[in-house]
């Protein structure tokens, strides 16, 4: 089969016609590999292109070397990729290998010029093709009819695929919504050894695991392919919930269909509590933004929000910059559904509350710790006024507020009349 599509041919720069003529020329074979060729037969044009040689990392540097072509990122010779810079163009090139040992994790490699046993060690069929300079494609395992048929199939053996590197199962799940026209199309034997192998994703690091299952939460069919990785019981090994709330799932799917979410707004809806997002953190290395996120989602979803104002008042109550607070805010808007306030919050600019709790301590406010409710108070006056009050007239609510605080405050049972003791 010949490729011929635009996907293919508007990759061909002048450096890389260069770099294939270079491979040419000493008498090595390069081609397109991978996800690359994958996405050029789905009629993408590739994010990414890499490509695989039957040339070593010694050779390709020594040919480079000679051609003076700069090579960079040299991390990645070990694994047999050599980094080339022609034009002010990248081009990450691996030479064919095979896996001699694997531990469920990383592999030792052997490098290899047959292009067939490189494939093989591939994970997934639709991933395991090639494209040469001119559009031939190599398939050698059926990868283009997977493909045509929208199917995720692994590469030979499905276990012996899995058991090379337990991440697999994740990869499986986030191709499938990549490529998979349905929601439901698994093969029964492929989910069968998935669940079997569940336990061995303990060995794999927070942070492998996040990257895939980031992807899987933002691709498509993402509720149906989590409800299967819940029916699996994958999930215990990915740091979610033992018991997820399937029900504010459920709910909070329903609310974000058709809307574009951050994963973590998906995800925060199966924890009922800040502690099952902390140990969620712990397991899959979140950063500092998806971890607050998730905290302020679990601590303000359950709160009243009959309008705009509402929103407002818990994103200034945010104690983080602006922009991360109106980002929580919108997150937060889709995770009730309520995205048509989101248009009018994108155009709102963030204000500074006026008001530091020295200030309200020198209008006659409590210090310590009874003081934040004081503050919470006057933020809130100050919300429906639409930011519009001034300090000083701020400042002139807080006796008020303090004398409505000391009312509701349960009586100290500690102030009963000397002598007369307590019943404990």
Aim: with cysteine.
């Amino acid at each position: 089969m010949i490729v011929n599509s635009p996907e293919f041919t508007s990759l061909f720069t002048h450096a890389l016609n260069q770099l294939f003529t270079i491979f040419k020329t000493h008498d090595y074979e390069l081609r397109i590999a991978g996800g690359a060729v994958r996405d050029i037969l789905l009629k993408k044009k590739p994010k990414d292109v890499d490509f695989a040689t039957t040339a070593t990392p010694d050779e390709m540097k020594a040919m480079f070397q000679k051609l003076e072509v700069r090579t960079i990122n040299n991390k990645g010779e070990s694994h047999g990729t050599v980094t080339a810079r022609i034009d002010s163009e990248n081009f990450e090139i691996t030479t064919l290998r095979i896996d001699v040992v694997t531990d469920g994790r990383h592999a030792e490699v052997q490098f290899t010029t047959d292009w067939e046993r490189d494939a093989g060690r591939r994970d997934l069929t639709v991933n395991s093709m090639f494209l040469d300079q001119d559009g031939k494609l190599y398939d050698y395992f059926n990868g283009y009819q997977d493909l045509m048929d929208r199917r995720v199939v692994f590469v030979g053996n499905t276990e012996q695929r899995i058991q090379e590197d337990y991440l697999r199962i994740l990869r499986y799940f986030r191709f499938y919504g990549r490529i998979a026209n349905s929601p439901d199309n698994h093969d029964p034997e492929c989910v069968r050894i998935i669940e079997k192998n569940r336990q061995c994703l303990a060995r794999i690091s927070g942070e492998r695991i996040w990257v895939d299952l980031k992807k899987i939460v933002t691709g498509n069919f993402y509720g149906d392919l989590l409800k299967t990785i819940i029916d699996c019981k994958l999930h215990q090994f990915l740091g979610l919930p033992d018991e997820p709330d399937m029900k504010e799932f459920e709910l909070v799917l329903n609310n974000t269909r058709g809307v574009e979410c951050n994963a973590i707004t998906i995800l925060s809806s199966m924890m009922k509590s800040s502690e099952e997002m902390v140990a969620f953190h712990q397991r899959c290395k979140l950063s500092c933004y998806e971890r607050d996120l998730g905290l302020f989602l679990i601590s303000h979803r359950n709160k009243t929000y009959d309008c705009i104002g509402d929103y407002k008042l818990s994103i200034v109550a945010v104690k983080a910059k602006s922009t991360m607070a109106l980002d929580w805010g919108k997150e937060l808007m889709k995770y009730r559904g309520d995205s048509k306030y989101i248009e009018e919050i994108s155009n709102w600019t963030l204000p500074k509350f006026p008001i530091k709790g020295g200030m309200a301590v020198e209008h006659g406010a409590p210090a310590g710790k009874r003081l934040g409710p004081v503050l919470d108070r006057l933020l809130a006056h100050w919300v429906n006024s639409d930011f519009q009050m001034t300090p000083e007239e701020l400042l002139k609510k807080v006796p008020e507020i303090v004398e409505e605080l000391e009312k509701s405050r349960p009586k100290d049972r500690s102030s009963s009349p000397p002598g007369k003791k307590i019943k404990k």
